[in-house]
C-alpha cells in the first residue's frame, strides 16, 4: 500500500510538473522552448509518454476552445457580411446617383458658360459702342464747324 501511495504521488506530481512546462510552453518564446521540452526527458522512465499524452488532452481542450468561439463569432461574421454586401449596394447605388448628379452638372455648366461668353462678347460690344457714340460726340463741334464752312464758302461764290 505504501508503494501504491508513493508511485500515486510521484504520478501526481509527474501530472503537476507536466501541467507547469505545458503552461511555460504555451507562454514562453518559441527559442526558450528547447530546455523545456529536453526537462520532459530527463524526470522519469516513460514520462514522455505521459506528458505527449497530456499534450494531447491540451490540444483537444484548445480545439474544443477554438471551436466553440468560431461558432460564437459565426453568426456575427456572417451578419457582418450581410451588412458589408447591404453597404457595398447603397454605395453602388449612392455613386450611380453621384455620377448622374455629375453629368446634369456638367451639362448644365457648360450652359452657364456658354451664356458667360455670350454675355461677355455683348458687353465688349456694348462698351465698344459706347466709345465710338463718345468718340462721335466729341466729332459732332466739328462737323457742325465744317457744315457751316461748307455753306459760307457755297454762298460767297
Given at each position: 500500500?505504501?508503494i501504491?501511495?508513493?508511485?500515486?504521488?510521484?504520478?501526481?506530481?509527474c501530472?503537476?510538473?507536466?501541467?507547469?512546462?505545458?503552461?511555460?510552453?504555451?507562454?514562453?518564446?518559441?527559442a526558450?522552448?528547447?530546455p523545456?521540452?529536453?526537462?520532459?526527458?530527463?524526470?522519469?522512465?516513460?514520462?514522455?509518454?505521459r506528458?505527449?499524452?497530456?499534450?494531447?488532452?491540451?490540444?483537444?481542450?484548445?480545439?474544443?476552445?477554438?471551436?466553440?468561439?468560431?461558432?460564437?463569432?459565426?453568426?456575427?461574421?456572417?451578419?457582418?457580411?450581410t451588412?458589408?454586401?447591404?453597404?457595398?449596394?447603397?454605395?453602388?447605388?449612392?455613386?450611380?446617383?453621384?455620377?448622374?448628379?455629375?453629368?446634369?452638372?456638367?451639362?448644365?455648366?457648360?450652359?452657364?458658360?456658354?451664356?458667360?461668353e455670350?454675355?461677355i462678347?455683348?458687353?465688349?460690344?456694348?462698351?465698344?459702342m459706347?466709345t465710338?457714340?463718345?468718340?462721335?460726340?466729341?466729332?459732332?463741334?466739328?462737323?457742325?464747324?465744317?457744315?457751316?464752312?461748307?455753306?459760307?464758302?457755297?454762298?460767297?461764290?
Open positions: 500500500m505504501h501504491t501511495i508513493m508511485a500515486d504521488s510521484e504520478t501526481l506530481e501530472i503537476t510538473e507536466h501541467e507547469r512546462i505545458l503552461q511555460e510552453i504555451e507562454s514562453t518564446d518559441t526558450c522552448v528547447g523545456t521540452l529536453r526537462s520532459i526527458y530527463d524526470d522519469q522512465p516513460n514520462a514522455h509518454k506528458f505527449m499524452e497530456k499534450l494531447d488532452a491540451r490540444i483537444r481542450n484548445h480545439d474544443r476552445e477554438i471551436e466553440k468561439m468560431c461558432n460564437f463569432h459565426h453568426q456575427g461574421f456572417v451578419d457582418a457580411i451588412e458589408l454586401l447591404k453597404v457595398r449596394a447603397d454605395a453602388e447605388k449612392l455613386m450611380g446617383q453621384v455620377t448622374d448628379t455629375n453629368r446634369r452638372l456638367q451639362d448644365a455648366g457648360r450652359e452657364v458658360t456658354a451664356q458667360t455670350e454675355v462678347r455683348c458687353r465688349v460690344q456694348q462698351r465698344n459706347a465710338t457714340v463718345e468718340k462721335l460726340q466729341l466729332c459732332i463741334p466739328v462737323l457742325e464747324m465744317y457744315s457751316k464752312l461748307k455753306e459760307q464758302l457755297e454762298s460767297k461764290r
